[in-house]
């Protein structure tokens, strides 16, 4: 018994009707709109950051770069990025494989909560840390006393960065993870695996995709935070300067070439990221959960 | 495998599913469970494989209590309705995939697993396609890898919740047949779910029949068909019709005319007359008949089928005529059914 209806699956296209399209001029219009706002407000921004950066020739713009400070800021921000990122990702799986799989009271607050970094100012979530573990705060005088070190540090940065980046993985993932259902899951577990192995085998495949596109969101964020990291970080340079905040020092002290030179190390991680998301986003359109536009 | 459900009940967030539900399955049987959708048979096809854990009461495999069991232990084979196919994994992994999970010395050599991934696909006639992936694969293929996959693991039961639901009606015959054979060939007792009577009835050993959380009747295809146990299972199994009557001196009337049908068992009362549609013997002379006006008439394949308006309730029953009958264009037409069932009206 041969099956004759072996279907091929590609992508379909959709095709806008007439009715919906505009007239020419307005086509023509909209476009020009479009592309000449993306053109001053972004590409132009983008153009000044490399041509400041090298100005003053490429000597210039390498030694700006390797420079202690820099070389520390760079380094700092590695290692924020590298902390920040693998707990992001264990939270983010945790959260979603709560959410999306299992009934439990407060899943609504818990993915209510998932959202509120992105609804809170940075600069909020840098005071709430200052409050709580400042020398004047709530755990100030006990971390002083146990000679823990949280603020104006290495850990205060990476607290206020998780806090800054925790929603992109666990966002990423829930929608997914709910569409996919159980079904999966149970088809694993009928078949004699256990619970690692289900999630080893079957879960994670299944979200693959969608969990580096998360981490992807989360590593240009956790790299380029501002607001939090500059209230808990103190700005001490070749101590507590992460990249973004070494611009702003630079740039103060009007060593423009400096300041762009680093800014301009940022500008190609939001390229590559750009470049890296939209590959993901034509391979693995289908597998990534419609929830664009972080 | 024996299974046995011993006096299950299952409520999910205090919302009964299942109401005091017995059942058993003889080892080899072809067993379906049909209903209606809310009739609690996936939710007991669910129990069985311990997907669910029941409220109360047990269920035995063989001998053995399974109830507390987990569905690893259990070693059941399950067929999910839309297979949840491991859509990253080829055709020859998604079923070597309950073998390659084992552990310690019952797990196979990766050599075995293939072995025995492309000895199944043998079974289920898709020899060739162990490098595909689910998505480059028809539905009815994939239905045959999921059965394949619940087969590799060797499974006390086999469980197939709405196997054929997916699929067009073509393929679903094709595959109904071949479910048999598999099944003829090696024996697994299997236990499948369905809303198709025409499946249940052509397909099972015996029936299942479930209505709101509960088993109304359990027989042959034969058994179901013609002696239907209730209201229900004369109305959800085959076509019926169905007449509001009284019982009285050991004869059943309608109104005030008793229909030639003796019931000197029946209780005296109301109830209400089922029959089948075709099962009806036309009479001229009506001495005792149910007679009635035709009020509709349609054509239905090789006969016709006419709704007669009977007696001053205008009650409408459907019955069945040849097509060249002459009474199809009659206004008024008398039969009396030839096998019917009276159920006192509650």
Redesign the interface.
């Known amino acids: 018994m041969a099956d004759p209806e072996i279907k091929s699956y590609a992508p379909r296209q959709e095709s806008l009707s007439a009715a919906v399209t505009e007239s020419r001029p307005a086509k023509a219009v909209l476009m020009i709109v479009s592309f000449a706002f993306l053109g001053i407000f972004l590409l132009l921004p983008l153009i000044v950051v490399f041509n400041e950066a090298f100005a003053k020739g490429l000597s210039d713009y390498t030694e700006a770069l390797t420079s202690p400070d820099t070389r520390s800021a760079i380094y700092l921000t590695l290692l924020v990025a590298a902390i920040s990122v693998p707990l992001n990702i264990v939270f983010g799986v945790s959260a979603a494989w709560a959410i999306a799989k299992f009934e439990f009271k407060g899943k609504a607050f818990l993915t209510t909560l998932i959202d509120l970094p992105f609804s809170v100012s940075p600069v909020i979530s840098g005071l709430v840390y200052v409050l709580l573990f400042g020398a004047q705060g709530l755990l100030g005088a006990w971390l002083k006393a146990h000679g823990i070190v949280i603020l104006f540090a290495v850990p205060g940065i990476v607290l206020a960065t998780i806090f800054v980046t925790f929603p992109f993985v666990a966002r990423e993932l829930i929608p997914l993870m709910q569409e996919q259902g159980n079904g999966d899951e149970e088809a694993a577990l009928s078949l004699g695996a256990n619970g690692w192995q289900a999630f080893w085998y079957v879960t994670l495949p299944n979200v693959k995709w969608g969990l580096l596109y998360g981490v992807l969101l989360c590593n240009a964020r956790a790299m380029g935070e501002f607001g939090a990291v500059s209230v808990v970080s103190g700005h001490i340079r070749g101590l507590t300067n992460t990249m973004p905040l070494h611009v702003e020092i630079l740039y103060n002290e009007y060593n423009a070439a400096a300041a762009f030179a680093v800014a301009s190390l940022l500008a190609g991680l939001a390229l590559v990221t750009l470049v890296l998301k939209t590959l993901l986003e034509m391979r693995y359109g289908a597998e990534i959960a419609a929830t664009r536009g972080h | 495998m024996e299974v046995r459900v011993a006096n299950v009940r299952k409520e999910f967030e205090r919302f009964p599913a299942l109401h005091d539900v017995s059942l058993d399955i003889k080892s080899g049987e072809l067993i379906a469970l049909l209903g209606p959708s809310g009739s609690g048979k996936t939710t007991l096809l669910r129990l069985i494989?311990g997907?669910e854990r029941p409220t109360k009461g047990k269920i035995f495999f063989g001998e053995e209590d399974a109830s507390q069991k987990?569905?690893?232990e259990r070693?059941?084979?399950?067929v999910?309705q839309?297979y949840?196919?491991?859509?990253?994994m080829t055709v020859a992994d998604n079923i070597g995939?309950?073998l390659k999970?084992?552990h310690g010395p019952t797990r196979p050599s990766a050599q075995e697993i293939r072995r025995r991934a492309s000895e199944l696909l043998d079974l289920v006639?898709l020899s060739g396609l162990e490098k595909r992936y689910p998505?480059?694969?028809?539905?009815?293929?994939r239905q045959r890898v999921a059965l394949a996959?619940?087969m590799?693991?060797e499974p006390a039961v086999l469980l197939l919740d709405e196997p054929f639901g997916a699929l067009d009606a073509q393929?679903r015959r094709?595959l109904r047949r071949?479910l048999r054979e598999i099944h003829d060939a090696t024996g697994h007792t299997t236990v499948f779910v369905t809303h198709d009577q025409e499946e249940a009835l052509e397909l099972a050993d015996r029936v299942v029949v479930m209505s709101q959380g509960s088993i109304e009747q359990v027989g042959t295809a034969d058994e179901i068909y013609d002696t239907p146990n209730s209201p229900f299972v004369y109305g959800f199994i085959g076509e019926s019709s169905a007449l509001p009557v009284k019982v009285e001196d050991g004869q059943v009337w309608i109104a005030d005319r008793p229909i030639g049908l003796s019931a000197p068992h029946a209780p005296q009362g109301e109830a209400t007359l089922f029959f089948r549609p075709h099962d009806v013997e036309l009479v001229d002379e009506c001495n005792g008949c149910i007679a009635g006006t035709v009020a509709a008439s349609r054509r239905v394949a090789g006969t016709r089928r006419v709704e007669l308006e009977i007696g001053g309730e205008r009650q409408r029953v459907e019955i069945e005529l040849p097509v060249n009958h002459p009474a199809a264009q009659k206004s008024r037409v008398a039969f009396r059914p030839r096998r019917w069932k009276l159920f006192p009206t509650a």
């Open positions: 494989a997907l987990s569905i690893q070693n059941v084979g399950f999910f839309h949840a196919l491991f859509r990253h995939f309950g999970v084992r006639q998505a480059q694969l028809s539905g009815g293929q996959r619940a590799a693991i393929v094709e071949w």
